[in-house]
């Protein structure tokens, strides 16, 4: 179902920032909101009250739409749910899983559920729950990943459900923004372009990194896990592939992934952290603002449509 998604949430462009962990805090996600996207706030590194003090601050900065990520794997996300509704946030993104539990409370609460799918069956499956829309992620992106792309996945969930479908992964220019439209997308989420945001408050290394990336410098990690994560190529990926090669235990490469993230964003230790990147990091070459970064994409976008539109009207 296509959708006017910025009536749906309140925003003036169809872009999200995705959520990332240790990452998109509330400087951030203002940032994207006041620019007229939906930040969204991560908390898979936050319990509760943790999670409570970052959206008071967001309100402080912010009277835009913004959205709060639950991580359904993370040992506070009861705690995290009940601060969300007590602290009326309007949109929920969730990741890793089905947040049918929680339905029930937060459409009681008035927030809208946006879940990460990376399959039709989980699409279908969230839908039944009465989930308000979609973002379908492609294995272009960074972090935890499915297998299918981008360009597969969105048109199979457009096609299987009747909510709007958000489509995630490899986007961070107006060229990808109109793909993911004519591929019957309502909007797209984006991650690794936010990540050399001024406003990101990642650090100056793990940004420096993403600029310098090519095409083929990420690799996903976890295979053998069963959670794939797909990271920057740098010593701890290849010491994590390594582990895998020799049928390491789920403890060793538990003990060796443990805190790897937070390594690389906030010591910046970007060898032996986890520098989690989209497979598009290659196309991203500068810092900018959270609005130049919204306003370039979204104008691109615009003249791509018109000009595709009188290529092919004649
Ligand atoms: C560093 C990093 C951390 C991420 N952490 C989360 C997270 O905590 N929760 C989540 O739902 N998605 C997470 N993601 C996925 C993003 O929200 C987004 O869907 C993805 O980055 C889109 O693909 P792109 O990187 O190609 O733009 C993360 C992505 C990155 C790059």
Redesign the pocket.
Known sequence: MYADICKVLGIKYPIIQ????W?SDADLVAAVSNAGGLGVL?T?HLDGEGCRQEIRRLKEMTDKPYAV?V?LLSPFVEQIVEVICEEKVPIV?T?AGSPGKYMKKFKEAGVKVIP?VPSVAMAKMMVKDGVDAL?A?GT?????VGKTTTMALVPQVVDAVDVPVIA?????DGRGIAAAYMLGASGV?????F?VAKECNVHPNYKAKIIKAKDIDTTTTGNSTGHPVRVIKNKMARAYEALEKKNASAEELEELGRGALKKAVVDGDVDNGSV?????AGLVKKEQTCKEIIEEMYGEFIQIMKNTAELYSK
């Open positions: 995705g959520a990332m962990a990452i991560a898979g990520n991580m993104t990741g990460v973002i992620e272009e992106s960074g972090g935890h995630a992964g490899g986007i961070a989420q984006i991650g690794t372009r990540l989690m990147s989209g497979q598009i």
